[in-house]
């Protein structure tokens, strides 16, 4: 399964032309091969087998290849079938949907979106079945709309752009801000979305990637990577700590809380994962980042779950 979602994606999928004119569908599809193709490279480096916790693997397999295989074949349709609307290309025109934004306007939707995640979060758990809630869960993500002011080429947008510094000194407020909701997914969101914007960019200008690996700054970049590796796995392990409270105090004192518990005498370590029966459990590989994308537990928990 892992090496046949590659194959298709690198023979039909990994190409320029289709990346540039559909960067954000493509990114869709990417994840969607990443779900089959990471898990075994994540348990070969682990020591792990890719069934690792698995109750029903020749279902989950199976279910995933003719998933993918149904995936593949709708957005290779979308890619070169693709229909077209005239009529609501020309009233959305009218209606000035395609217009520049500017700088000023990008600002007020991060700032829109910084206020719909403090409501929801203040929210507690009414968010999950009150319409309001609902609503302003997705408007929570707007928050993540300035960072593509670090790559202007990628966007038409007008006005004056804003300093690199104060873009930076933006993305760790969103870090933090990521902490105070206590959900590992929001704590990758503002630098995921960074990481798949750069790439956009390396895409369209068509850089030499080789000259930047061969070059000074790339040693510079690995330490980087592996110490913000680091930090995000103690953050995360410090919202576990402190994940029994979230619903009970505020976001101020639920990130006090979580501040207090990266001291590594705290860290939260794991034995092992529980049998379904036992109740929902994630455990697959030990690198949080990748628990959360590439754990074909859930597909073989739900399946459990729904054929027991």
């Not at 760790?172 to 914007?197: A, D, K, M, V």
């Not at 990577?225 to 409270?245: D, E, G, P, Q, T």
Request: charged content about 15%; overall charge positive; some cysteine.
């Amino acid at each position: 399964m892992c090496l046949l979602s590659w194959w298709i994606f690198s023979h039909f999928f990994l190409k320029e032309q289709i990346i540039l004119l559909h960067p954000f569908a493509w990114l869709f599809y990417l994840s969607m091969v990443l779900y089959r193709y990471l898990p075994l490279i994540a348990t070969f480096f682990e020591g792990k087998p890719i069934t690792y916790g698995f109750e029903m693997p020749y279902e989950t397999f199976s279910g995933e290849i003719i998933l993918f295989f149904v995936q593949s074949f709708a957005f290779y349709c979308f890619i070169y079938y693709r229909l077209s609307f005239p009529l609501l290309k020309k009233i959305l025109r009218k209606m000035s949907f395609f217009q520049y934004f500017t700088v000023k306007s990008v600002w007020i939707m991060g700032l829109i979106g910084i206020i719909a995640f403090l409501t929801v979060r203040n929210m507690g758990e009414i968010q999950t079945g009150e319409i309001g809630g609902k609503f302003l869960g997705p408007l929570s993500a707007m928050r993540l709309i300035p960072i593509v002011l670090f790559f202007p080429s990628l966007c038409s947008i007008k006005g004056k752009m804003t300093s690199k510094q104060v873009l930076w000194i933006y993305l760790l407020f969103l870090e933090i801000l990521s902490l105070s909701g206590n959900s590992r997914e929001h704590l990758i969101y503002p630098i995921g979305t960074y990481i798949i914007l750069f790439f956009l960019q390396i895409v369209k200008k068509k850089k030499n990637m080789a000259s930047f690996v061969f070059s000074a700054r790339f040693p510079l970049f690995v330490v980087l990577f592996i110490v913000l590796i680091n930090l995000l796995s103690i953050a995360s392990n410090a919202m576990l700590l402190n994940r029994s409270i979230r619903k009970d105090v505020s976001s101020a004192k639920l990130l006090e809380q979580q501040l207090n518990s990266f001291s590594t005498e705290q860290q939260q370590t794991y034995n092992g994962f529980c049998k379904y029966a036992e109740g929902w459990d994630e455990t697959y590989v030990d690198n949080f980042m990748l628990n959360r994308y590439c754990n074909m537990r859930i597909t073989d928990e739900t399946l459990y779950l729904i054929l027991r």
